[in-house]
Every structure is written in structure tokens, then in C-alpha cells.
């Protein structure tokens, strides 16, 4: 079933023309979307379905920099920044709060490894706060045992994936900007050997600039371009459970199972890592580059089924742009969530917090996360189709740094100075030797 998400008013017409066209209404999309707006340009946003119909409304909410590669801690940093001030530039509200995150382990290697990533955060100015066994189990009392250890991160926070979308979506219109839904981008024109156009069912978008932000899409269209971009999804599964009875936690997370309350006041659940991989073309076209990221998560990991195959969204098929594409036959990804980790985050849920024993589940439901080689995403211009900028393969951290995320693509595409260094982002790494480094925290 489709997570929990508002509804956003889709504009009636089609425009002829725009300064930037962005194809994907994630977080992402929305985001890059309302940067854009806010310095006057001419913005259309396209959404094949509904916004943050995907993988942004059935996260987490998380909002963090605690335990981020070292690459990716910059541009988390600022979007914590970013997601205070969107709400007092727009009136708009996403939820956002910084609550803080606990995290709570009795693990001793799992505890030196937020040790040493805390060593590493000071030196970039970011507070988390090591907790000693004394005041693990006094912050995680609700679950009624001792802990050897935890970290505190006071200044993380979550938001609302129900919300956050749509909200950004309606700011993009209050600056003047387009908000297209059920209007898929087949393709594009380009003259003299730059972007000039977007290509969608409903008709021809003259622009010189496009931003593919589409996601667990983002490959298969590349794909049509002749661009070649190593991604593979994972399907992820989550619930939704009504408030216990106690005080809990904002958001826990311990190695068995990951609680996050949300503003209508129930829990979102989840296991860490744990999905299944569905077979797919897609998959086995770039299965050499993603073996070494499978390798180390083989315990959460496992083979999946036929539901990527019919979802479409790595085929490696091409369309034509006269007729209707995957992404039309399939509006919204929905996945079946997978029936065994729904029953084993409910059962470890429980047994973590007594107190959700006397919750009931509203809601439980499947997304696909779209990943890279080394669990960063590719932002930047491909050099092959000057105009068209990439921005996907967040890998399960889009919707936190999503703010970040969209201010540093709109600065590439306007040419303005990049909130972060745009370097460790460049789509160009997958070509280079190195692409499967991770840092190890």
C-alpha cells in the first residue's frame, strides 16, 4: 500500500517554455525546484505520478549528520540549516524538528566505530555525544535494560516524510515556479550538441537546462541517452504503528530495529539495511561494480522476486518518445513490502519498547532505494549532454540532505559559488578506479 502523503495541486497547463525543467518530484526534485524559483527563474517541475509519491514519503525522516561519510557530512551539515530556515522563508511545514538521535548499543565494536566517527565529526566542527553504559540505559529506560553504550546526536532531528514533499512542491508555486503531476519526461531535444528541449507525454518543454532527479528512474533514462549510470534499488520494507501508551523516544536506533516517532503521533519502523534485491537487467548490466557493496551487506541482504522486473524502472529497453514509456504504465513505484520483515521489525520493535505492545499497525508498505557503487549520490553536469544535470543515486540518505542536496544543484545549474564542494559527487567517478572506496566509520 502507498505510504501516508498530502495531496498537492497540480498546475492545469503545460508551459511552452522554461528556464530549468526538473524531472522527479522526490525531495530532491522539490528541493532543487524551490532553490530555483527563489532566484527567479522560470521552473517546471515534472512528476510522472504524484509528489513524493516514491521513496521520499516511505523513509524514515531521519535528518542527520551522526555516522555520514565523510563526503556527504558537509552538504548534511547545511541541510540541517536549510530545513530550519525553508519553514520561516515559506510559511510551510515539513515536520522538521531537531529532536535528536539516540543510538544505543551493547556491542563494544559497534561502539569504538561511533567513537572513531566522533573523532572524526569534531574535527568538522559537528557535536555527538558519546554515552557511557550509566547514561545509555538512563536515555533508553523505556526499554527497560541495560545498554553498554550510545551516542547522543542533539542537533540531527527528523522530518515529516508525509509532509515534506508536498510542502516544498507548494512553496516551488508561491515563487512562481510549475508543478506538473501525472506528466512523465520521455526524452529530450537537443540542438547543436547542447539540451534544448524535454520531451513529455503532454508535449514539448523548450529549455536549455534539465535535472534528472527521478530517483530509482534515473538510470533507464540515462540509459536512453547513452548515458551509462551504475544503480541498482533495494527493496526496502517499513510500518507505521500508533502511539504506545508511554513516553518514547523521538527517533532510536539500535542494530535489531530503528523507531522514529512522526507528527501525527505514531512510530515508523524499520530494520537497518535489510531489503531484497529483485533481479533485474539493470542488475545484472552493473552487477561486477555493486558485488563488493553486496559482499559486506550479505546478512541484511537477500535475493528478492519479480517485483522490480514488473515495476519497469530498470529496464534497459529503449522507447520511443511518440509512445507512452515504463514510467507511464507505472505512475507510483509501490512494491510489496516483504511479508517476513514486516512480522520480524513488529516482533524486535515490541521487544525493544514494551510499550508499542499496546500500539496497533495503520500501515505497512515496500520502496525501492536507489543506490551507487559506493553509496554516494552522482550530482553534476554529464559532459556528454551539456544542459542536462544528474542528481540520483542517493542511496537511502536523499530525503536528509535533500535541502543541501537542491541548493548545491541549482547552484551548478545557474552557475552560482556551490554551498559544498561539488567534487566528491562527480558522476564521472564510476569511470574511475577508486569508485568502490567507502569510508570506514
Request: aromatic fraction near 8%; hydrophobic fraction near 40%; charged fraction near 20%.
Amino acid at each position: 500500500m502507498p505510504a501516508p502523503l498530502q495531496l498537492v495541486k497540480t498546475h492545469p497547463t503545460r508551459p511552452e517554455t522554461a528556464d530549468v525543467v526538473v524531472i522527479g518530484g522526490g525531495i530532491v526534485g522539490v528541493f532543487t525546484g524551490y532553490y530555483l524559483a527563489r532566484r527567479g527563474l522560470k521552473v517546471v517541475l515534472l512528476e510522472k505520478g504524484r509528489i513524493g509519491a516514491e521513496q521520499s514519503s516511505r523513509n524514515w525522516g531521519w535528518c542527520r549528520q551522526q555516522n555520514r561519510d565523510a563526503r556527504e557530512l558537509p552538504i548534511a551539515t547545511k541541510s540541517l540549516e536549510l530545513w530550519e530556515r525553508f519553514a520561516a522563508e515559506t510559511g510551510e511545514d515539513t515536520g522538521f524538528s531537531r529532536c535528536g538521535l539516540l543510538y544505543l548499543s551493547n556491542d563494544d565494536i559497534e561502539i569504538e566505530k561511533w567513537a572513531r566517527w566522533r573523532d572524526f565529526a569534531k574535527t568538522a566542527g559537528v557535536t555527538t555525544n558519546m554515552l557511557d553504559s550509566r547514561e545509555a540505559s538512563e536515555r533508553g529506560r523505556q526499554t527497560g535494560r541495560p545498554w553498554k553504550g550510545g551516542v547522543l546526536s542533539p542537533t540531527d532531528g527528523t522530518a515529516d516524510p508525509s509532509r515534506a514533499a508536498p510542502a516544498v512542491a507548494r512553496a516551488i508555486v508561491k515563487f512562481g515556479g510549475t508543478v506538473l503531476q501525472n506528466c512523465a519526461a520521455r526524452g529530450i531535444e537537443t540542438s547543436g550538441g547542447r539540451l534544448s528541449a524535454i520531451v513529455t507525454e503532454k508535449g514539448t518543454i523548450r529549455t536549455p537546462i534539465a535535472i534528472m532527479a527521478g530517483g530509482a528512474w534515473a538510470s533507464s533514462f540515462c540509459h536512453q541517452l547513452g548515458i551509462r549510470f551504475p544503480q541498482a534499488t533495494i527493496r526496502s520494507s517499513i510500518m507505521s504503528v500508533t502511539a504506545g501508551l508511554d513516553v518514547l523516544p523521538d527517533a532510536l536506533h539500535t542494530s535489531r530495529v530503528s523507531v522514529t516517532r512522526h507528527s501525527a503521533g505514531g512510530y515508523r519502523l524499520a530494520i537497518t539495511g535489510r531489503g531484497r534485491v529483485d533481479p533485474t537487467l539493470q542488475q545484472m548490466r552493473f552487477a561486477p561494480q555493486f558485488l563488493p557493496m553486496f559482499l559486506r551487506r550479505w546478512r541484511v541482504l537477500a535475493p528478492g522476486g519479480l517485483e522490480g522486473w514488473r515495476s519497469g524502472h530498470e529496464t534497459l529497453r529503449r522507447w520511443n518518445l511518440d509512445r507512452p514509456t515504463p514510467m507511464e504504465r507505472m505512475r507510483v513505484l509501490d512494491p510489496r513490502p516483504d511479508a517476513g520483515t514486516i512480522a520480524l521489525t513488529h516482533r524486535r520493535a515490541v521487544a525493544l519498547l514494551p510499550a508499542l505492545a499496546q500500539s496497533r499497525v495503520i500501515a505497512e508498505w515496500g520502496g525501492y532505494i536507489d543506490s551507487t557503487p559506493d553509496g554516494v549520490p552522482a550530482i553534476g553536469e554529464i559532459g556528454s549532454v551539456p544542459g542536462f544535470i544528474l542528481a540520483a543515486g542517493f542511496s537511502g540518505h536523499g530525503f536528509g540532505i535533500g535541502p543541501g542536496a537542491g541548493h548545491l544543484i541549482a547552484d551548478i545549474a545557474t552557475g552560482q559559488t556551490p554551498i559544498v564542494d561539488p567534487r566528491p559527487y562527480r558522476p564521472e567517478r564510476f569511470k574511475s578506479s577508486v569508485w568502490g572506496q567507502v569510508a570506514d566509520f
